[in-house]
Nanobody, 122 residues
């Protein structure tokens, strides 16, 4: 019913930048919070940044002042601008969205993207 497709990952040198995108499509009435998570090898998935439909954004302490989350509601897309990348930012990055699904009861469901690899070399 709802699909999340990420793009923009890749290999970058330390100090470089990448911009991730996540497009949400399907049976959407509205999208509430959107977020980026990441999971490094051998570690648990962690929240990187979150942007609600209204209100202020939230960031993990490790990425504050380096990463910026934004969204384009007209395109149902969320972005993650990542600057001053460090080797410890290497992980698979996942998009997440809380969606009111376009059915008569408008159920609220949580969806994940397939993940995109970000590798930062030292």
């Amino acid at each position: 019913q709802v699909q999340l497709v990420e793009s923009g990952g890749g290999l970058v040198q330390a100090g470089g930048s990448l911009r991730l995108s996540c497009a949400v499509s399907g049976s959407i009435f509205s999208i509430k919070a959107m977020a980026w998570y990441r999971q490094a090898p051998g570690k648990q998935r962690e929240l990187v940044a979150l942007i609600p439909s209204g209100g202020s954004t939230n960031y993990a302490d490790s990425v504050k002042d380096r990463f910026t989350i934004s969204r384009d509601n007209a395109k149902n897309t969320v972005y993650l601008q990542m600057n001053s990348l460090k080797p410890e930012d290497t992980a698979v990055y996942y998009c997440n969205a809380d969606v009111l699904v376009l059915t008569p009861t408008l159920p609220r469901r949580n969806y994940w993207g397939q993940g995109t690899q970000v590798t930062v070399s030292s």
